[in-house]
């Protein structure tokens, strides 16, 4: 496994993505400095980062490890923008609640867009 190659790519989706080091590792899960390390070609990414990592990335893992050319999208759907992001990490935190939580939530959200409507 070309440590380097698979680094750069990580690195080049991560800025077509406009993410930054700290955004990216928080999302999959692991610390800046571990993601840096991956993307300068000097540590070789856990099983579970590099799954993540393609999730992340929507790209797949045969092509983040150089095993293909084509830059295939994980889920058939084209490599997510960095607002699919934010939206999957927020559905990802409205899980953690429970549905009276969430309805009040749902008021506030209604109030925002209220707000911004009447603008």
Do not use: C
Request: charged share 25%; no cysteine.
């Amino acid at each position: 496994m070309d440590l380097s190659l698979m680094g750069s790519k990580i690195k080049a989706e991560r800025k077509r993505l406009n993410l930054t080091l700290e955004t990216l590792s928080e999302q999959i899960g692991i610390s800046r400095n571990y993601l840096w390390e991956i993307e300068a070609g000097r540590k070789a990414p856990a099983l579970n980062t590099l799954f993540n990592l393609g999730i992340t990335l929507n790209v797949s893992i045969d092509y983040l490890l150089g095993a293909s050319a084509e830059k295939k999208s994980i889920n058939g759907n084209p490599p997510a923008t960095e607002r699919d992001l934010e939206i999957a990490q927020i559905m990802k935190a409205l899980n953690e609640y429970e549905v009276k939580e969430l309805s009040l939530i749902s008021n506030v959200i209604h109030d925002f867009s209220r707000y911004f409507e009447q603008k």
